[in-house]
T-cell receptor, first 110, second 112 residues
Framework: EDQVTQSPEALRLQEGESSSLNCSYT??????LFWYRQDPGKGPEFLFT???AGEEKEKERLKATLTKKESFLHITAPKPEDSATYLC???????????FGAGTILRVKS | ETGVTQTPRHLVMGMTNKKSLKCEQH?????MYWYKQSAKKPLELMFV???????ENNSVPSRFSPECPNSSHLFLHLHTLQPEDSALYLC???????????FGPGTRLTVL
């Protein structure tokens, strides 16, 4: 069974304090790892898709990386507007669904 | 309208009521999804439709009944719900089931 574990559950940063969020996964034949951002009371917003180990993608202050067992979302010099819940999901080679982790709640204080 | 829209945004219903949630996607996608999001739990996939055919039914109780009349619209019909069904219900769409999904804002459902 495909599984996703995200850590930490919650993270508090000062503005400008860089850090990383972790997404560990077990999946039979990875067909994609997805990162989303979710603001309170809203639907998840798509950020990145990674397909193979060694792949990296960047968007503004966010950079996602992928190994064979985990993915990291690096946040460089975060701002208060980066505060949100960050969700990770994987798709395996069987089935039509994404399996989501429970998310990391990020709070950035000015 | 752009992206994925959902109505209503908030719904309060009694256990004996019948109501429906509506989702519309304006992205030209051919796959649509219903998810349930409860507090401090991962997103739970409920149903997947590809080219208007249901391709995944994730052991969802029969009090939830999906309908996909065309590739742009998805409904979730609700009847005889339980208080534990209170949650945020999210609709999503994608171009093919293998690609990234785009979510609507959700319907916050409260069952009294």
């Amino acid at each position: 069974e495909d599984q996703v574990t995200q850590s930490p559950e919650a993270l508090r940063l000062q503005e400008g304090e860089s850090s990383s969020l972790n997404c560990s996964y077990t999946v039979s034949g990875l067909r994609g790892l997805f990162w989303y951002r979710q603001d309170p009371g809203k639907g998840p917003e798509f950020l990145f898709t990674l397909y193979s180990a060694g792949e990296e993608k960047e968007k503004e202050r966010l950079k996602a990386t992928l190994t064979k067992k985990e993915s990291f979302l690096h946040i460089t010099a975060p701002k208060p507007e980066d505060s949100a819940t960050y969700l990770c999901a994987v798709r395996g080679e069987y089935g039509n669904k994404l399996v989501f982790g429970a998310g990391t709640i990020l709070r950035v204080k000015s | 309208e752009t992206g994925v829209t959902q109505t209503p945004r908030h719904l309060v219903m009694g256990m004996t009521n019948k109501k429906s949630l509506k989702c519309e996607q304006h992205l030209g996608h051919n796959a649509m999804y219903w998810y349930k999001q409860s507090a401090k739990k991962p997103l739970e996939l409920m149903f997947v439709y590809s080219l208007e055919e249901r391709v995944e039914n994730n052991s969802v109780p029969s009090r939830f009944s999906p309908e996909c009349p065309n590739s742009s619209h998805l409904f979730l019909h609700l009847h005889t719900l339980q208080p534990e069904d209170s949650a945020l219900y999210l609709c999503a769409s994608s171009q093919e089931v293998v690609n990234e999904q785009f979510f609507g804002p959700g319907t916050r459902l409260t069952v009294l």
